[in-house]
């Protein structure tokens, strides 16, 4: 039986979010924490007081759960999700309070040395252990044992961070929002699905307009950029995305990311320095697998070496197909036309094979392989509280000798739409917590995708959209199974930030199984499976231009983190350090031609706004172990209990509990090895 507890009543109640009273609220809970955190401290610190994990530990989580989990992590949720100009000035307005309150709370020094005294209990068990080893590691990182004047200088410099990345964050947001077009003449629309131009038909009805209205949305982008017969426009739209957040755009002068990145910069060095690391690289990468800034670099350079042999044979394929075509090669024709040797070589027409990737097929056949993995169950719920009407909720269920139990709750938000944050993401609603009056608060996470909306009938997916799906459940999972009760290092918290990409990677692979294909596919009116030819058609695909992609990939990496390793603080002076180590790298190792006015680091969130600064190596870090990891289901079976069994329990239930390279070494034996993943990728071993 399904166990009778509701647990529903433990997840947020979205519709009752006020931004009008988010301020007060967070300010009067600040206030409120620092009393108790007064009081605790005074009855701590009495020589007769028996300090344990409950009577000191469990109410500091307590009290640090009301004010971020219930309530501030949710309106940046909403913020990300649908942004309006009332939440997100509640939201700056809060910040520099929630900075100040997080620096003095980890620097407090009696703080620190009662975590200090407690840490040598010997009743503390190995989560309680790695609770605290993690807490005073993080106390240090922000200051904890450097002199007054220096704490409060440092204070001062993670209070700037907070509100640059938001800043930063905001003004991608807007200039994606600022650019549209009306298309009067269909016939300038040629080539696109129709399917995408019924959606710029009903952009225009909704702003009570004729025609087609364009926008920058991800889906919109990407269909323009790839199907569109019309170059004029494909350039029109491609400059517009390529210049976000850049002054060089003339919509986009009041959102200029440029001077947001120097002070960005320059914050981090300052902090590194401050702390005695040589530049912010190594602070940044302090709780890592890899520390040091060199081997990273190492990795990258290697990787390129590899795959520019590759890359160059596609790039000058694309070119001489191109100039049969038309008389010259820009940016703007890359994606058009290597869709279309794509269609020409392997005849794969990806609009053409949405019709066998419906989305409810996708999700049955994604819950599927969790069930078989993992045994858990995903249960949709028909009634529940939400911040959007296409928002879905599921309850995951895992078997157990006494029946059926409750585990987590999953949020899909899937759909793009304005005012929204593009691009994919898992987060964490509510982290599995065991309370301080012994129940359990399960754990919740967001998926968020930006897919293409239909006008009407079924959401077909691309491919690609589907891979996409199958990494953020990765993440999701991770959060969700966790059999971890202390929240510092339950789901994703505590994991390092090259191993957090491991789940998520590692889901991707059974997208590429011919098996499984057949399994999240049917035609979504015949319900017929998918040919076999057009099957054969998407495994030949997987490497079509995968050396221009990796490729990129490897400049993004490279440019991340070089930019957070070699510089100095005289060079980070130089406003325009980002865009011209960019222009460097992307001139000396990408073939294909550039746009010169590209300004892609303004609107390059991921390390300036998104955790990723200094670490967004890890995709390609973790893609080396997760290959490593899935050649153990090529060679036993894409189910393999044994193998799956290894995996639950050391990587997806273990959170950050433990040595993050030993508990990949239990489950694939030995430490990681990259031939499956230069095999996946097509790459020669020489």
Same mark, same amino acid.
């Given at each position: 039986?399904?166990?009778?507890?509701?647990?529903?009543?433990?997840?947020?109640?979205?519709?009752?979010?006020?931004?009008?009273?988010?301020?007060?609220?967070?300010?009067?809970?600040?206030?409120?924490?620092?009393?108790?955190?007064?009081?605790?401290?005074?009855?701590?610190?009495?020589?007769?007081?028996?300090?344990?994990?409950?009577?000191?530990?469990?109410?500091?989580? /307590?009290?640090?759960? $009301? @004010?971020?989990? #219930?309530?501030?992590?949710?309106? *940046?949720?909403?913020?990300? +999700?649908? &942004? !309006?100009?009332?939440?997100?000035?509640?939201?700056?307005?809060?910040?520099?309070?929630?900075?100040?309150?997080?620096?003095?709370?980890?620097?407090?020094?009696?703080?620190?040395?009662?975590?200090?005294?407690?840490?040598?209990?010997?009743?503390?068990?190995?989560?309680?252990?790695?609770?605290?080893?993690?807490?005073?590691?993080?106390?240090?990182?922000?200051?904890?044992?450097?002199?007054?004047?220096?704490?409060?200088?440092?204070?001062?410099?993670?209070?700037?961070?907070?509100?640059?990345?938001?800043?930063?964050?905001?003004?991608?947001?807007?200039?994606? /929002?600022?650019?549209? $077009? @009306?298309?009067? #003449?269909?016939?300038?629309?040629? *080539?696109?699905?129709?399917? +995408?131009? &019924? !959606?710029?038909?009903?952009?225009?009805?909704?702003?009570?307009?004729?025609?087609?209205?364009?926008?920058?949305?991800?889906?919109?982008?990407?269909?323009?950029?790839?199907?569109?017969?019309?170059?004029?426009?494909?350039?029109?739209?491609?400059?517009?995305?390529?210049?976000?957040?850049?002054?060089?755009?003339?919509?986009?002068?009041?959102?200029?990311?440029?001077?947001?990145?120097?002070?960005?910069?320059?914050?981090?060095?300052?902090?590194?320095?401050?702390?005695?690391?040589?530049?912010?690289?190594?602070?940044?990468?302090?709780?890592?697998?890899?520390?040091?800034?060199?081997?990273?670099?190492?990795?990258?350079?290697?990787?390129?070496?590899?795959?520019?042999?590759?890359?160059?044979?596609?790039?000058?394929?694309?070119?001489?197909?191109?100039?049969?075509?038309?008389?010259?090669?820009?940016?703007?024709?890359?994606?058009?036309?290597?869709?279309?040797?794509?269609?020409?070589?392997?005849?794969?027409?990806?609009?053409?094979?949405?019709?066998?990737?419906?989305?409810?097929?996708?999700?049955?056949?994604?819950?599927?392989?969790?069930?078989?993995?993992?045994?858990?169950?995903?249960?949709?719920?028909?009634?529940?509280?939400?911040?959007?009407?296409?928002?879905?909720?599921?309850?995951?269920?895992?078997?157990?000798?006494?029946?059926?139990?409750?585990?987590?709750?999953?949020?899909?938000?899937?759909?793009?739409?304005?005012?929204?944050?593009?691009?994919?993401?898992?987060?964490?609603?509510?982290?599995?917590?065991?309370?301080?009056?012994?129940?359990?608060?399960?754990?919740?996470?967001?998926?968020?995708?930006?897919?293409?909306?239909?006008?009407?009938?079924?959401?077909?997916?691309?491919?690609?959209?589907?891979?996409?799906?199958?990494?953020?459940?990765?993440?999701?999972?991770?959060?969700?199974?966790?059999?971890?009760?202390?929240?510092?290092?339950?789901?994703?918290?505590?994991?390092?930030?090259?191993?957090?990409?491991?789940?998520?990677?590692?889901?991707?692979?059974?997208?590429?199984?011919?098996?499984?294909?057949?399994?999240?596919?049917?035609?979504?009116?015949?319900?017929?499976?998918?040919?076999?030819?057009?099957?054969?058609?998407?495994?030949?695909?997987?490497?079509?231009?995968?050396?221009?992609?990796?490729?990129?990939?490897?400049?993004?990496?490279?440019?991340?983190?070089?930019?957070?390793?070699?510089?100095?603080?005289?060079?980070?002076?130089?406003?325009?350090?980002?865009?011209?180590?960019?222009?460097?790298?992307?001139?000396?190792?990408?073939?294909?031609?550039?746009?010169?006015?590209?300004?892609?680091?303004?609107?390059?969130?991921?390390?300036?706004?998104?955790?990723?600064?200094?670490?967004?190596?890890?995709?390609?870090?973790?893609?080396?172990?997760?290959?490593?990891?899935?050649?153990?289901?090529?060679?036993?079976?894409?189910?393999?209990?044994?193998?799956?069994?290894?995996?639950?329990?050391?990587?997806?239930?273990?959170?950050?509990?433990?040595?993050?390279?030993?508990?990949?070494?239990?489950?694939?034996?030995?430490?990681?090895?990259?031939?499956?993943?230069?095999?996946?990728?097509?790459?020669?071993?020489?």
């Amino acid at each position: 039986m399904i166990d009778k507890q509701q647990h529903l009543t433990q997840l947020i109640n979205f519709s009752k979010f006020d931004s009008a009273a988010l301020y007060p609220q967070v300010r009067k809970i600040i206030k409120q924490n620092n009393q108790r955190l007064e009081k605790l401290i005074k009855e701590s610190s009495a020589e007769d007081f028996n300090l344990s994990w409950d009577n000191f530990y469990a109410q500091l989580e /307590d009290w640090n759960e $009301e @004010l971020f989990s #219930d309530l501030f992590d949710v309106a *940046g949720h909403l913020k990300s +999700v649908c &942004d !309006n100009s009332k939440l997100r000035n509640a939201y700056n307005k809060c910040l520099p309070h929630i900075s100040e309150y997080l620096t003095a709370f980890n620097q407090n020094e009696e703080i620190y040395h009662l975590l200090k005294k407690l840490r040598k209990n010997k009743d503390l068990d190995q989560e309680q252990k790695q609770c605290l080893d993690n807490h005073l590691r993080d106390c240090r990182l922000a200051g904890i044992e450097l002199p007054q004047a220096q704490k409060k200088k440092f204070a001062k410099l993670v209070a700037q961070g907070s509100h640059l990345a938001a800043k930063f964050n905001e003004n991608v947001l807007d200039s994606t /929002d600022k650019w549209q $077009e @009306l298309i009067t #003449d269909k016939a300038k629309l040629s *080539g696109i699905p129709q399917a +995408v131009i &019924d !959606n710029f038909k009903q952009n225009a009805q909704e702003e009570k307009k004729k025609g087609w209205l364009l926008r920058l949305d991800i889906p919109s982008y990407l269909a323009i950029m790839t199907y569109a017969d019309n170059a004029q426009l494909r350039e029109r739209v491609y400059c517009a995305y390529s210049m976000r957040a850049s002054k060089k755009h003339p919509l986009y002068k009041s959102y200029d990311n440029s001077p947001i990145i120097s002070k960005i910069l320059a914050v981090r060095n300052k902090k590194a320095k401050i702390l005695g690391y040589k530049n912010s690289a190594e602070m940044l990468m302090a709780t890592n697998m890899v520390r040091q800034p060199q081997k990273v670099v190492k990795f990258l350079k290697g990787l390129t070496l590899k795959v520019l042999p590759t890359a160059r044979k596609e790039a000058a394929e694309l070119r001489k197909y191109a100039l049969k075509h038309q008389d010259d090669f820009h940016p703007w024709d890359l994606a058009y036309f290597s869709e279309k040797i794509k269609q020409d070589k392997l005849q794969v027409d990806k609009e053409k094979l949405r019709e066998y990737f419906p989305l409810p097929r996708v999700l049955q056949g994604m819950f599927t392989l969790a069930e078989k993995l993992f045994g858990v169950s995903f249960v949709e719920q028909k009634s529940f509280d939400t911040w959007h009407k296409d928002v879905r909720l599921f309850k995951l269920v895992r078997k157990n000798a006494s029946g059926k139990s409750a585990i987590g709750f999953l949020y899909c938000d899937l759909y793009a739409r304005q005012h929204k944050n593009g691009g994919a993401w898992m987060n964490e609603s509510i982290v599995r917590r065991r309370l301080s009056n012994g129940k359990l608060r399960l754990p919740a996470a967001y998926l968020v995708c930006n897919f293409r909306k239909p006008t009407k009938g079924k959401t077909l997916l691309l491919h690609d959209d589907v891979l996409v799906l199958f990494h953020e459940l990765g993440h999701c999972l991770h959060h969700l199974l966790t059999r971890i009760e202390q929240p510092r290092i339950a789901g994703i918290n505590g994991v390092p930030h090259d191993m957090v990409e491991l789940p998520s990677q590692l889901l991707e692979n059974w997208c590429w199984d011919k098996k499984f294909i057949r399994i999240i596919s049917s035609h979504y009116k015949t319900g017929k499976p998918l040919p076999p030819k057009q099957l054969d058609k998407i495994l030949a695909a997987r490497n079509f231009h995968s050396g221009l992609a990796m490729l990129r990939q490897m400049e993004f990496s490279l440019f991340d983190i070089l930019l957070h390793s070699k510089y100095g603080e005289q060079d980070l002076k130089n406003g325009q350090l980002a865009q011209q180590l960019h222009d460097e790298l992307r001139y000396k190792n990408n073939p294909l031609p550039q746009m010169e006015d590209a300004c892609f680091p303004n609107s390059f969130a991921h390390i300036f706004a998104g955790g990723y600064a200094a670490g967004y190596y890890a995709y390609k870090w973790a893609e080396v172990m997760s290959a490593d990891i899935y050649s153990m289901f090529e060679d036993n079976g894409i189910y393999h209990k044994p193998t799956a069994s290894l995996l639950r329990r050391n990587i997806f239930e273990s959170g950050g509990l433990g040595d993050a390279l030993q508990k990949f070494s239990s489950v694939r034996g030995r430490n990681p090895d990259n031939k499956a993943f230069l095999r996946h990728n097509a790459i020669a071993v020489s």
